[in-house]
């Protein structure tokens, strides 16, 4: 027990320099609104390294490294695979997986591999490639092939990223980065964790979370195709039935 | 200027969406089909999840018909006993369509069906128009003078049972081919988000004989009734009818038929057909290339659940 006590001790002694920083972050936006002009929206995320609070110091030393994962709803995608049968291209083969990321984005303040180290990378999750999560039923080898074809076909639709030039230092402790979000990014909360490196080490971490939401007319016709879905197709009729009657009385057909 | 579709989820640009609508809706003035056929191929090609452009397309289609229905119903053309027949068989016919739609989205065939279904129907339908109006102008141009077939020569079809009177129309025939008209467009039209007119009126012209001041607004009642009925079936089944997008299309296609129909006046009528066999074997062509040349990319992904478009 005194044994444990003491190695408690010694790792606390340790480790309590390196984690003498803490991050002081900010996004612009809580809450991007979708409205009917909606065409994406632009973040900038702000932070400034700082002494953790009780420490010692009064500065904090870098050179330091910053990572910022940014995080979307998680969805059930399925990823198919084409082959030909008979001169038909037909999808024959699929992967279903359960809790994808519908968004996946990192920013960095440098090359990954120089920041950190590929075990880091793997261990904080913080590489698009390593998303997929292996399928039971599809077995290892599949579900690792059909993923890597999933994170290729998100990275072509601009949902997966990654851009090592994406966050840049204002001063030695303070940086800022941005990021377009799509309009086709789906609504949901998103998660955008940022990381401070300094020799390949983590220390010091923040998540923060923004909501991109429909409002207003765009989320009235959203709620109601999803809960009012009868009345919902009977008011496309009547609007169609109308357009079609008013065009005819304009024109006089 | 960009407009956010909400249930498509995506952001479109708003002349772009009134601009094909439009574009399509002067080729189905000029040539007195509903324009589904094109539209919702071009939709699916411009980026719109299939399952979206079918279930919206059949609102816009829904608008494209009425005001042609009305007037048509104004002069008095429409049968109505029969376009009675026609739309029951075409909303059982629905059902079908869109719990196959249902089932083939979650199976991951459905752009595969899509495209199956508008290369065969396409493909054969024009095919037929192409053969007949080359052979009219040939004549023509021969000096033979073309004859009409005549309305009331009879065929096999007239001799099927539990035979009807449509007192309008003219006709004393079975029910049996009018339902089976109506079920199979009412399954392919919802399907595939076409109101199915170019199938529709060559088979109540040739099989079922009706007269050809009937023909044209029984067959838009029809699709007015159908494809409305089939719009709140999608709407209720796979959430997928984007009533913005859909709305757009619809201001488009109604200004342009406009100025389709009165552009119809210069062209003669078999010129007219061979146009539109061209433009439908076009569409049957580039469906076809789709399925049988490799495609850039053998995998694909979509999102699974209610709102799951993509």
Same mark, same amino acid.
């Given at each position: 027990?005194?044994?444990?006590?003491?190695?408690?001790?010694?790792?606390?002694?340790?480790?309590?320099?390196?984690?003498?920083?803490?991050?002081?972050?900010?996004?612009?936006?809580?809450?991007?609104?979708?409205?009917?002009?909606?065409?994406?929206?632009?973040?900038?995320?702000?932070?400034?390294?700082?002494?953790?609070?009780?420490?010692?110091?009064?500065?904090?030393?870098?050179?330091?490294?910053?990572?910022?994962?940014?995080?979307?709803?998680?969805q059930a995608r399925v990823a198919r695979q084409k082959t030909r049968n008979f001169g038909i291209w037909i999808n024959t083969d699929q992967v279903v997986f359960?809790?994808f990321p519908s968004y996946f984005q990192?920013?960095?303040?440098?090359?990954?591999?120089?920041?950190?180290?590929?075990?880091?990378?793997?261990?904080?999750?913080?590489l698009p490639e390593?998303q997929p999560?292996?399928q039971?039923?599809a077995?290892?080898w599949k579900s690792s092939v059909f993923g890597r074809e999933l994170v290729r076909l998100m990275t072509q639709k601009g949902f997966f990223g990654l851009?090592?030039?994406?966050?840049?230092?204002?001063?030695?402790?303070?940086?800022?980065?941005?990021?377009?979000?799509p309009?086709d990014a789906p609504?949901?909360?998103?998660?955008?964790?940022?990381?401070?490196?300094?020799?390949?080490?983590?220390?010091?971490?923040?998540?923060?979370?923004?909501?991109?939401?429909?409002?207003?007319?765009?989320?009235?016709?959203?709620?109601?195709?999803?809960?009012?879905?009868?009345?919902?197709?009977?008011?496309?009729?009547?609007?169609?039935?109308?357009?079609?009657?008013?065009?005819?009385?304009?024109?006089?057909? | 200027?960009?407009?956010?579709?909400?249930?498509a989820e995506l952001?479109?640009?708003?002349?772009?969406?009134?601009?094909?609508?439009?574009?399509?809706?002067?080729?189905?003035?000029?040539?007195?089909?509903?324009?589904?056929?094109?539209?919702t191929p071009l939709l699916i090609f411009s980026g719109v999840p299939a399952s979206v452009a079918?279930?919206?397309?059949?609102?816009?289609?829904?608008?494209?018909?009425?005001?042609?229905?009305?007037?048509?119903?104004?002069?008095? /053309? $429409?049968?109505?006993?029969?376009?009675?027949?026609?739309? =029951?068989? !075409?909303?059982? #016919?629905? @059902?079908?369509? %869109?719990? +196959?739609?249902?089932?083939l989205r979650a199976l991951g065939q459905l752009d595969l069906f899509i495209a199956l279904?508008f290369l065969?129907?396409?493909?054969?339908?024009?095919?037929?128009?192409?053969?007949?109006?080359?052979?009219?102008?040939?004549?023509?141009?021969?000096?033979?003078?073309?004859?009409?077939?005549?309305?009331?020569?009879?065929?096999?079809?007239?001799?099927?049972?539990?035979?009807?009177?449509?007192?309008?129309?003219?006709?004393?025939?079975?029910?049996?081919?009018?339902? /089976? $008209?109506?079920?199979?467009?009412?399954?392919?039209?919802? =399907?595939? !988000?076409?109101? #199915?007119? @170019?199938?529709? %009126?060559? +088979?109540?012209?040739?099989?079922?004989?009706?007269?050809?001041?009937?023909?044209?607004?029984?067959?838009?009642?029809?699709?007015?009734?159908?494809?409305?009925?089939?719009?709140?079936?999608?709407?209720?089944?796979?959430?997928?009818?984007?009533?913005?997008?859909?709305?757009?299309?619809?201001?488009?296609?109604?200004?342009?038929?406009?100025?389709?129909?009165?552009?119809?006046?210069?062209?003669?009528?078999?010129?007219?057909?061979?146009?539109?066999?061209?433009?439908?074997?076009?569409?049957?062509i580039r469906f076809g290339l789709s399925l049988v040349l490799t495609p850039t990319d053998v995998f694909s992904m979509a999102v699974i659940?209610?709102?799951g478009a993509r």
């Open positions: 027990m005194r044994r444990l006590a003491l190695a408690t001790l010694a790792m606390l002694l340790c480790v309590s320099p390196v984690l003498a920083e803490r991050l002081v972050s900010q996004l612009s936006t809580d809450l991007i609104e979708i409205t009917s002009s909606y065409d994406g929206e632009r973040i900038t995320f702000f932070g400034s390294i700082e002494p953790a609070a009780g420490a010692e110091q009064r500065f904090v030393e870098g050179p330091f490294h910053v990572v910022i994962v940014v995080t979307g709803p998680a359960d809790r990192v920013l960095s303040s440098g090359r990954l591999l120089d920041i950190t180290s590929p075990t880091t990378l793997a261990v904080e999750n913080i390593a999560t292996v039971d039923e077995g290892w851009s090592e030039s994406g966050v840049q230092f204002l001063s030695n402790t303070t940086y800022a980065a941005r990021l377009t979000l309009s609504p949901g909360s998103y998660l955008a964790s940022t990381y401070i490196f300094r020799d390949g080490e983590i220390v010091a971490r923040r998540a923060e979370g923004f909501a991109v939401r429909k409002t207003g007319f765009e989320r009235f016709l959203a709620v109601s195709a999803t809960q009012q879905p009868f009345v919902y197709g009977i008011a496309c009729v009547a609007i169609a039935l109308f357009t079609g009657w008013l065009g005819g009385v304009i024109f006089r057909r | 200027m960009q407009i956010y579709l909400p249930i952001s479109v640009n708003l002349f772009f969406l009134i601009g094909i609508g439009g574009a399509v809706g002067f080729l189905s003035g000029l040539f007195g089909v509903g324009g589904g056929f094109l539209l079918v279930a919206s397309v059949t609102g816009q289609v829904v608008a494209a018909s009425t005001s042609g229905a009305l007037s048509h119903y104004r002069r008095g /053309g $429409i049968d109505m006993h029969l376009a009675m027949y026609l739309v =029951l068989s !075409g909303i059982l #016919g629905a @059902f079908g369509g %869109v719990a +196959a739609f249902s089932i279904g065969v129907l396409l493909g054969s339908v024009g095919t037929l128009m192409m053969i007949e109006s080359v052979n009219s102008i040939v004549k023509q141009r021969r000096g033979v003078v073309v004859r009409e077939r005549q309305a009331h020569q009879h065929n096999w079809i007239h001799g099927l049972p539990w035979r009807v009177r449509f007192k309008k129309s003219r006709l004393y025939i079975s029910v049996l081919p009018v339902l /089976g $008209i109506g079920t199979i467009i009412g399954f392919l039209g919802s =399907l595939l !988000g076409v109101g #199915g007119g @170019f199938i529709m %009126v060559p +088979a109540l012209v040739y099989l079922l004989r009706v007269p050809g001041n009937m023909v044209i607004g029984t067959s838009l009642l029809q699709v007015v009734a159908m494809m409305g009925a089939t719009t709140i079936l999608h709407a209720v089944q796979s959430q997928s009818v984007d009533i913005l997008l859909a709305f757009c299309l619809m201001i488009g296609g109604v200004a342009g038929a406009q100025f389709g129909a009165s552009a119809n006046k210069y062209l003669r009528g078999e010129q007219l057909r061979a146009l539109l066999a061209i433009l439908v074997l076009a569409v049957a659940g209610p709102g």
